[in-house]
């Protein structure tokens, strides 16, 4: 048998395809998010120490997670798309750099809106603080760099070497809690190590992580299939497109 | 090696015959590094207490206005195209560049430093590891730089832009840098710092040339 495996590597193909996913996502996150949010807030017993103001873990560590995930499959992409000089592949860490910066800020927000219950403050120069607050600048910096390239496939090389030198930065991010330890607690979950928490805790804030990760698909499909049609307008595929849809429109 | 001595004897010529641009990037340092006790009060007190963050910062600030140079004449006279289609390595020829830009402005931020750490009231060893930790970090600073630099080339507003993508990548060596001379301060060895230091200098000596070759690459084509 033989498999093409670069068969949804063109925009062309892949169009359809991303518009057929969208809502198998979408949905998913849906459910998943409702699930989590009912467990989070109904189910998980109040924390002995923090009371209920704890529970804002649930949004804070799923989207610091995404954050620095994101960051690696954006950079994974970048690099696909350097090396094998893949379009879609560039498009794909175009299309998840925005949703990136916006987990980023949500985990520094709920960070601060759990710190000042908790700490007493708003904001400390802890090194996690600290690196989260660096990885929304590297998020910027790259947004900021490819749009100010016109060319979108220079824009594209670019990006993709600034988040692959980025990328260091994500190790030292993960590991500053073990380098510079300070008033931050430190991880919720150790592998190796049984967590610390109740199961149902665990159980609301994986089921929450999924979520998130289903939106993000989701989002970053819905955002990669606007990119394409704008880079490649003059294709033949995009103007058949848009013709069928005209007609439609008009039927 | 030849074409890397060549290269780097040029833009050291080129430097020293544009005399003032060196002279604005000390300066840049020295009235940046003036304003804080204008901002913040002359008790000695407080300014030694910051002065490890501040003269780093401003070390950090005064070498980066200078990055946009660092290709951008080359560039504009067609040099720089000569230099990728030439037989040597590219990342080879960009160490040559960016040990000129270091020479020309790291390495006299770093002589300058223990000047201006005297007028913020750090102590004789303070000072000394100051300009140690210099000396080890500046150079990570214009390697990584360079990067920035080069995918910045013919950018709008790549002045900005520059400081913008560079800046965080600058920050393990601004919190070794500092870090060392606020450890000397207060009596502890600063040598975890120092080695921690060096080893960015050197990782950035490894790695930063490729990435900074591959980033002209795409900018020039």
């Known amino acids: 048998m033989n498999i093409n495996w670069f068969k949804y590597s063109s925009p062309q193909t892949f169009y359809p395809l991303a518009g057929k996913m969208i809502p198998w996502f979408a949905w ?3 459910i998943l998010a409702i699930a989590g949010l009912y467990i989070s807030f109904a189910i998980a017993p109040t924390d002995f120490q923090q009371g209920e103001a704890y529970r804002i873990i649930f949004v804070h560590v799923p989207a610091a997670w995404m954050s620095m995930v994101i960051y690696i499959v954006m950079a994974c992409w970048a690099g696909i798309g350097l090396a094998l000089n893949a379009r879609l592949s ?21 960070g601060s809106l759990w710190g000042k219950p908790m700490w007493g403050t708003w904001w400390v120069w802890d090194a996690r603080l600290t690196s989260e607050l660096i990885l929304l600048f590297l998020y910027l910096g790259f947004i900021a760099l490819q749009a100010s390239i016109d060319d979108p496939r220079k824009a594209d090389r670019a990006g993709a070497l600034l988040a692959l030198v980025g990328a260091v930065n994500v190790p030292i991010i993960y590991f500053s809690v073990k380098w510079w330890s300070t008033l931050h607690q430190g991880s919720s979950i150790n592998m190796g190590a049984a967590p610390k928490m109740a199961a149902t805790m665990l159980l609301g804030m994986l089921i929450m992580a999924l979520a998130f990760w289903m939106y993000t698909i989701a989002v970053a499909l819905m955002r990669v299939r606007c990119i394409m049609l704008e880079r490649e307008r003059s294709a033949d595929w995009v103007k058949e497109l848009s013709l069928k849809s005209a007609s439609r429109g008009k039927a | 090696m030849n074409a890397w001595l060549t290269v780097l004897k040029r833009d050291l010529l080129l430097a020293f015959r544009r005399r003032s641009d060196v002279a604005t990037t000390l300066f840049f340092f020295l009235i940046v590094s003036s304003l804080f ?23 950090l600030l005064a070498g980066m206005i200078s990055l946009t140079r660092l290709f951008a004449a080359d560039f504009a006279d067609g040099s720089l195209e000569q230099m990728l289609l030439a037989p040597q390595s590219l990342a080879l020829l960009v160490t040559a560049k960016t040990l000129a830009h270091w020479l020309v402005c790291g390495l006299p931020v770093v002589l300058l430093a223990p000047l201006i750490g005297l007028q913020y009231a750090l102590p004789n060893n303070a000072l000394l590891v100051l300009v140690f930790s210099l000396l080890l970090g500046t150079p990570a600073l214009s390697l990584i730089g360079a ?32 870090g060392a001379v606020a450890a000397s301060q207060h009596g502890m060895s600063a040598q975890a710092h120092l080695s921690l230091l060096a080893a960015c200098s050197l990782l950035a000596l490894v790695l930063a ?8 690459r795409i900018s020039v084509e």
């Open chain 1, 90 to 110: 560039a498009m794909m860490a175009q299309a998840l750099a925005p949703t990136g910066a916006v987990f980023t800020l949500i985990a520094l927000v709920t």
């Open chain 2, 209 to 216: 040339p490729l990435a900074t070759a591959a980033a002209l």
């Open chain 2, 37 to 59: 006790p204008l901002g913040i009060g002359p008790e000695p007190a407080v300014l030694s207490s910051i002065a490890p963050g501040v003269l780093w910062v401003a070390a």
């Open chain 2, 147 to 178: 990067i920035g630099a080069a995918l910045t080339l013919g950018v709008r507003g790549s002045g900005l832009l520059v400081a913008l993508l560079v800046l965080p990548l600058y920050i393990p060596v601004l919190i070794f840098g500092a």
């Open chain 1, 28 to 30: 998913l996150a849906a």
